[in-house]
């Protein structure tokens, strides 16, 4: 057993890597961040979620850092949320610059404070595309820095970086997980848009499985 740090947002990558950790009897300190970003109802799953399973959990307001964020279409009010798929051009202004690099730095400090070993997030290969730092070689060298930074080492660690959605959804209908306890859209509406980059993929995820997602969506794209 291990006491760990998972980065959980409250998204479907995040809440099966929360799980994982837990089904492998680690000892699991949850951490959120509300970054200014438009879709925090996924915080609120994270907080019902930990809230179900007694785990330990804390959201950090770190909204200031938004003001630094102007280009992204996930904390700016000026642009709108892109629709289509992730492999689109346009998709490039859902990306918050540095973001990984700041919630882990964050999460690696809180690691050595509570004197965990490890720190777990859920990076994985359908994010390579459009998010840099979601890359092999951004954990490798994060994870480096990671034990270097401070005298105790802190492992980062993504137990899907290999993987994709449709792995990760293997894995969760294996663990039995219930999806509808999670949010993914980035609009930020009452219900699921069904067209933004993050509910298609989400949507593809749940075709392939052939499964029906549990969540409510405005509309679906095809």
């Known amino acids: 057993m291990a006491r760990i ?47 179900e399973l007694a785990v330990a959990h804390k959201i950090l307001d770190i909204k200031n850092i938004s003001s630094l964020f102007t280009s992204s279409s996930l904390v700016s ?3 709108a949320v892109p629709e289509g798929h992730y492999q689109a051009e346009n998709m490039k202004s859902t990306v918050v ?6 919630l882990l730095s964050l999460a690696i400090g809180y690691a ?21 730092d979601c890359r092999p070689e951004f954990v490798e060298i994060m ?12 492992k980062v660690f993504a137990p899907y970086l290999n993987s994709d959605k449709v792995g990760i959804l293997k894995d969760g209908f294996a663990m039995g997980l219930d999806y509808s306890k999670t949010w993914t859209c980035y609009k930020g509406l ?15 995820a749940f075709e392939v499985h052939n499964k029906l997602d549990p969540l409510p969506y405005l509309s679906t794209v095809g």
């Open 5 to 51: 740090v998972v980065v959980y947002s409250g998204g479907m990558d995040s809440f099966t890597v929360l799980h994982k950790a837990l089904k492998e009897e680690n000892e699991v300190f949850a951490l959120s961040f509300d970054y200014g970003q438009k879709h925090n109802k996924e915080l609120e799953c994270a907080k019902q979620v930990t809230g």
């Open 77 to 79: 009010n000026e642009i």
């Open 97 to 102: 610059p540095n973001r990984n690099m700041i």
């Open 112 to 132: 050595v404070n509570i004197k965990a070993s490890e720190v777990w997030y859920g990076a994985h290969s359908g994010d390579h595309i459009i998010y840099p």
């Open 143 to 154: 994870d480096r820095a990671s034990k270097v930074a401070n005298f105790e080492p802190v």
């Open 190 to 204: 009452e219900r699921a848009c069904g067209k933004c980059g993050s509910c298609v993929e989400r949507l593809e």
